[in-house]
C-alpha cells in the first residue's frame, strides 16, 4: 500500500490548512487511517484518527477542537483540516493505515506509512 499526502504548507498562526492522504489501492478502506507529526528534534507524535467507516474519530488534546480527521472510503482519502494553527503546530505531517478497523494512537497500530507533508506556522 502507497501513500500520498499533500497539503502542507508556510501558513501564519491562526490560519488553516487542510492535508490529503491518498492511498494506493482500497484496503485502507477496511482499515483505521491516522495522521501523525514529526517537529524537528523530536519524536513522531500521534495527531489523530478515525475507523475504518469515519464512525469514530480520536485526537490529541494539543489539536482537540481545532483540527478535524474525515474519510471518504470510495476515493481511498482521508483528509485533516487544520484550523486556528499554532507556531507548535510546525512538523512533517505523515498519515498511515492502521493494522486494524479501530482506532489507535500508537505508531505500532499502524502498517503503511506515507513520505510526510510539512507544514510551517510562523507566529
Known amino acids: 500500500v502507497q501513500l500520498q499526502a499533500s497539503g502542507g504548507g508556510l501558513v501564519q498562526a491562526g490560519d488553516s490548512l487542510r492535508l490529503s492522504c491518498t492511498t494506493s489501492r482500497r484496503t485502507s478502506s477496511n482499515n483505521a487511517m491516522g495522521w501523525f507529526r514529526q517537529a524537528p528534534g523530536k519524536e513522531r507524535e500521534f495527531v489523530a484518527a478515525i475507523d475504518w467507516n469515519g464512525g469514530r474519530t480520536f485526537y490529541a488534546d494539543s489539536v482537540k477542537g481545532r483540527f478535524t480527521i474525515s474519510r471518504v472510503n470510495a476515493r481511498n482519502t482521508v483528509t485533516l483540516q487544520m484550523n486556528s494553527l499554532k507556531p507548535e503546530d510546525t512538523a512533517d505531517y505523515y498519515c498511515?493505515?492502521?493494522?486494524?478497523?479501530?482506532?489507535?494512537?500508537?505508531?505500532?497500530?499502524?502498517?503503511?506509512w506515507g513520505q510526510g507533508t510539512q507544514v510551517t506556522v510562523s507566529s
Open positions: 498511515a493505515v492502521g493494522r486494524s478497523a479501530v482506532v489507535g494512537s500508537g505508531p505500532y497500530d499502524y502498517a503503511y
